[in-house]
């Protein structure tokens, strides 16, 4: 870890700069730390996001759609039409649900924090005081222990065995010693020994926080749905104001002209039925029922200890082909456990090793050897770090004697020790536990193979095992202070040291990771393991949880910087080590260049950066706040095996918004299509807002809140939107057909506006429940039921006197209601040969896709 900066500052800024020495030794005093509180120098955290709410607003409301509706909303109102303005019920639904959604976000963004701990151990004017982490200012003094977390960056000035943990940063699971000097980053933890560090970075610049910053800022996350919805509100923006404009003109001509219909008043019902015709063009359901299926998703995954941040993200797993795993609290839960000992020969060689197969024999702890109980009292210690304390699970007999001394263990000597008197019969000596290398600069008994020893250390530790060495000197002498003083201190290793036993650990493997990562393959998606830890450690725990690769994982910290040589990097392997933050991110978006879909899994803040760049970035529950703050899934048990059931309910959205889609697309489609031709054919509108918005709830605004939640296996296809505009053409144009004869045979017969009104009612209706029949196939019970419902209301929408009240209904002529079936029959028949040209198409695209898969998309 590179040393830390000092903090970039103009020396007048401060008047009183601390002198070194009484820095150290008295910390700031009371006039200098006031005036760096004055001049902003505190460990203060920015608390804001990209966004704020007003910006929020100005998004969710500032829309063309919103702006059409509102002042289409604004003239009925204006008219005194109220029981026309069933329109706005969408509009208005969807801008709150936004608003909700968004803010809600905003919020998760605005609690990010890294920096958890409150009171932290400063020295000013000579003594240790305790304050708040934001009260800490530019050059104090702090002082951690043994559990601190770092509350700002600095450079260490004194160490007692002090080891960091750094892993929430960099992903590197092993301690880091720290010595003088050193410098020390914002947001690692303490968990052995004690120091002080002099602070040189607080507040924005400290490394936390601009970690933390970065993944405040807001991301819109890439869902295709929502992309198709853009698209087309995009479109629909350029051509409706036009549009508008050609339809009233044509109504207003209608009616007699500009001036006649000015004069006679008509011109209200031409702006009453220009307003009809313009809203329908306006797929503002659409955004609605796909925000409801969203929603109800979420709801049921909750139920599943799954929390969804941001709705589409269902969707956006059942995209997914390409997963990247982090090591450490994903594939692992983070614990150390253990995984076998093995006694030692006098030559230091494992009994009964094989030196052909590289294996040990792994021995039982039924605690009658005297090194058994040696390892209880290293696992049972208050002190013992986390692979020490594994031991306590199989080692439970502890010594009968104390310990005469005992020396803590530091990961800058690489190993701990205790000693035992002569009174303590076969346990009496010294016994030292450590890496196994630090037979190198020992006193070894002559009888041991040192390079023997470690070649076969070296191949446990190939295996992504950890490794300590047990070993055992006898006491020379009394133990009186003069003997033990260079042992106590960590300064030197007893002379005469025998290796007496080998234990081994690993990182504990989730249970649920290896099946569910198979259930994954089987769906063809890609499996990218990226972690901060040792390569080869990594590439055991992947081939652990059964990926298959060839050699060794890849050291990233060899990989250069070169956007291409990445993207190549990322295409042809599986397993990545020493990787750092950065690179995290930048191996997701090397991924995303290369045209995937990716999901990146993490619990550390060393992930946080890669889990908001990746397309859906799924946190563990217990990991970090950051990172669990700019996911956009969290796992709240952290079992993998909740993800199958989360890509069931993305395709089951994707599924059913296709068919939301093809739905309010076909209306759109028609609606603009009829609009133009009543406009350009000088024809009266042959609706009113109210029997518009009623025909919209029975042929889609009812079924789609039930098609928002049907049940749906459908895999994951490209192309949603251009299928469901290949849907939307043939229906569209049956419909647009079926309602121009309606309304020339009406002319034809000299029908009056509300008999031609009723007729055409009658046939957008029938027509469009038979759009909805091709749009429900296969057509199981609960969809029959649904279909048949629609008709049922239809009918008493048509027959109960208040409806025909209510929507102006007026008995069409035998003449024009005979014509009105014979249309709405031809527009039906129309509607299915479309579908099936629609079927046959979309079969050859899917065969078409699938000849282009020239190989398997996972390792």
């Not at 905003?106 to 305790?130: C, E, F, P, S, T």
């Not at 536990?433 to 630090?438: K, T, V």
């Not at 619990?603 to 563990?620: R, S």
Request: some cysteine.
């Amino acid at each position: 870890m590179a040393k830390a900066k000092t903090e970039d500052r103009d020396p007048a800024e401060l008047r009183s700069a601390p002198d070194p020495e009484i820095l150290e030794s008295k910390g700031l005093n009371s006039v200098q730390v006031s005036e760096r509180l004055q001049l902003q120098l505190a460990n203060v955290q920015p608390h804001t996001t990209s966004r704020s709410i007003a910006e929020i607003l100005r998004t969710h409301l500032m829309t063309l759609f919103n702006l059409i509706i509102g002042v289409c909303a604004v003239i009925i109102i204006l008219l005194g039409r109220w029981l026309d303005l069933l329109f706005a019920i969408a509009a208005v639904g969807n801008v709150v649900i936004g608003l909700v959604q968004e803010y809600s976000a905003k919020r998760k963004l605005d609690g990010i924090a890294l920096l958890h701990q409150d009171r932290i151990r400063v020295l000013r004017d000579g003594m240790i005081i305790q304050i708040h982490r934001e009260q800490v200012v530019l050059d104090d003094v702090v002082e951690l222990r043994r559990g601190d977390q770092v509350p700002a960056d600095g450079v260490v000035l004194s160490s007692s065995d002090m080891d960091i943990d750094e892993s929430m940063l960099t992903g590197e699971s092993a301690p880091v010693a720290k010595r003088r000097g050193d410098g020390i980053l914002s947001g690692t933890a303490v968990i052995a020994g004690s120091g002080r560090f002099v602070v040189t970075a607080v507040g924005e610049r400290a490394h936390a926080v601009k970690l933390t910053t970065e993944a405040k800022k807001y991301l819109k996350i890439n869902s295709e749905i929502r992309r198709a919805l853009e698209r087309i509100a995009f479109w629909l923006s350029i051509i409706l104001i036009p549009i508008t404009a050609v339809v009233f003109n044509g109504q207003m001509l209608a009616n007699g002209g500009w001036r006649t219909a000015w004069a006679t008043g008509e011109w209200r019902e031409a702006l009453v039925t220009a307003v009809a015709s313009v809203t329908a063009m306006v797929p503002q359901g659409l955004a609605l029922m796909t925000t409801i299926a969203f929603a109800v998703a979420a709801v049921k995954l909750a139920r599943h200890q799954v929390l969804i941040q941001e709705q589409p993200a269902v969707e956006i797993l059942a995209r997914v082909d390409v997963v990247c795993l982090d090591k450490t609290g994903t594939l692992t839960d983070g614990t150390i456990v253990f995984h076998g000992s093995s006694s030692l020969d006098s030559a230091g060689l494992p009994v009964g090793w094989q030196r052909s197969s590289g294996s040990h024999a792994v021995h039982s702890a039924d605690g009658n050897e005297p090194w058994q109980q040696v390892l209880a009292h290293f696992g049972h210690d208050e002190a013992a770090n986390p692979t020490a304390a594994a031991l306590t699970v199989p080692f439970t007999a502890l010594p009968a004697h104390r310990p005469a001394y005992t020396v803590q263990f530091s990961s800058m000597r690489r190993w701990s020790a205790v000693t035992f008197g002569e009174d303590a019969g076969r346990l009496a000596g010294h016994w030292v536990l450590g890496a196994p290398e630090i037979l190198k600069d020992a006193q070894v008994d002559s009888n041991v193979d040192v390079d023997q020893l470690l070649r076969h250390t070296n191949g446990i530790a190939a295996q992504g095992l950890r490794t300590l060495l047990l070993a055992h000197a006898p006491v020379t002498g009394p133990l009186d202070e003069a003997t033990t003083v260079p042992l106590r201190t960590g300064q030197t290793l007893p002379p005469k040291l025998k290796p007496v036993a080998l234990v081994t650990f690993k990182e504990n493997v989730r249970r649920d990771a290896a099946t569910t990562l198979e259930y994954f393959r089987e769906q063809e998606v890609s499996l990218k393991v990226i972690s901060g830890d040792n390569p080869k450690t990594v590439a055991a725990v992947a081939r652990e949880v059964g990926l298959e690769f060839d050699g060794d994982g890849i050291d990233a910290s060899t990989l250069p910087s070169d956007t291409e040589v990445l993207r190549s990097a990322m295409a042809t392997h599986h397993v990545f080590g020493r990787v750092t933050p950065e690179q995290k991110a930048a191996m997701v978006e090397a991924l995303q260049a290369n045209g995937h879909v990716v999901a990146m899994t993490g619990d550390g803040i060393n992930d946080a950066l890669a889990v908001k760049k990746a397309d859906l970035g799924i946190a563990m529950g217990s990991g970090a706040p950051a990172t669990k703050a700019v996911s956009r899934m969290v796992l709240l048990d952290g079992k993998f095996s909740r993800l199958p059931s989360v890509l069931e309910e993305g395709r089951k959205v994707i599924a059913n918004t296709e068919r939301l889609a093809n739905l309010f697309l076909a209306k759109t489609a028609y609606a603009i299509v009829l609009g133009l031709f009543f406009a350009i054919a000088f024809w009266h509108f042959p609706f009113i807002p109210r029997q518009f918005s009623t025909a919209d709830f029975i042929m889609l605004g009812l079924p789609a809140f039930v098609l928002a939640v049907m049940p749906s296996v459908q895999r994951y296809r490209r192309g949603f939107l251009r299928r469901s505009a290949l849907f939307a053409i043939p229906s569209s144009l049956a419909i647009v057909m079926s309602l121009i004869v309606v309304s020339a045979f009406g002319r034809r017969f000299g029908d009056s506006a509300p008999e031609i009104q009723t007729a055409s009612f009658i046939a957008l209706t029938l027509v469009g429940l038979w759009v909805l029949n091709t749009a429900l196939r296969p057509l199981t019970v609960p969809r029959v039921t649904l279909l048949s419902s629609m008709y049922v209301i239809l009918g008493l929408v048509l027959l109960v006197p208040i409806s025909q009240q209510y929507h102006l209904f007026a008995l069409p002529t035998a003449e024009l209601l005979a014509a009105t079936f014979v249309a709405s029959l031809g527009g039906c028949g129309v509607v299915e040969l479309g579908h099936r040209g629609y079927v046959a198409l979309v079969k050859r695209s899917v065969l078409s896709d699938s000849s282009q898969v020239s190989s398997p998309a996972h390792p």
